[in-house]
């Protein structure tokens, strides 16, 4: 399995950056608006997160909503969620997604 061979780090870098060049260059998105990440708390919410940290270091507007809390994360997607605020992400509380 590749994920075994390059290690869940480097595997979930590279979806985030792939990811997010899709999202600048093929959808065009031009940072007019806010990008909505929704995270589960697995690893594929770690990478929900990664995504928004990637382009939320490429200027766009970037928040991450976790349905099932913040609270609920661990490991990997924990991880991820730190770096995300530490490059000055927010993160929408649980009860306030329904306003965006």
């Keep these: ?5 390059l ?3 480097r ?9 997010a ?7 065009r998105h ?3 608006g806010r990008i909505l990440c929704a995270a589960g708390k697995g690893n ?3 990478n929900a997160i990664a995504i928004g940290r990637v382009l939320l270091g ?16 661990k490991g990997m997607p924990l991880e991820q969620l730190e770096l995300f605020q530490a490059f000055g992400g927010t993160v929408v509380q ?5 306003a965006l």
């Excluded at 595997?11 to 990811?19: L, N, S």
């Excluded at 200027?59 to 994360?73: A, H, I, K, Y």
Aim: hydrophobic content about 40%.
């Design 44 to 46: 594929n919410g770690g």
């Design 94 to 98: 649980e009860g306030a997604a329904a």
């Design 1 to 5: 399995d590749v994920t075994e061979q």
């Design 11 to 19: 595997t979930m870098e590279t979806v985030a950056i792939r990811t």
């Design 21 to 27: 060049d899709f999202v600048q260059y093929h959808l």
């Design 58 to 73: 490429r200027g766009f507007d970037v928040q991450v909503w976790v349905p099932t809390g913040v609270s609920e994360l």
């Design 7 to 9: 290690g869940i780090v």
């Design 30 to 32: 031009d940072r007019s």
